[in-house]
């Protein structure tokens, strides 16, 4: 399913893949962003614009997998 996406993501497509809202998916990268990449959702800027790799989402779908919850 991962392999269908596109290879860059806006941040609200991003968030349908996840099935969460828009305003999470956007905390998730403003933490990544703050966390220095240890936590949060990885995007990179293109422009003025945020932007997930395909790559990225999908390492962060296996690090949720394998995180056990708090």
Do not use: C, I, N
Request: hydrophobic share 45%.
């Amino acid at each position: 399913m991962l392999d269908e996406l596109p290879t860059f993501m806006t941040v609200e497509q991003a968030a349908k893949v996840l099935q969460l809202g828009r305003s999470k998916a956007y905390q998730l990268t403003v933490e990544w962003e703050r966390t220095g990449g240890t936590a949060g959702l990885p995007f990179v800027w293109v422009g003025h614009q945020k932007r997930v790799p395909r790559a990225a989402l999908e390492r962060f779908v296996d690090q949720a997998l394998t995180t056990p919850a708090a």
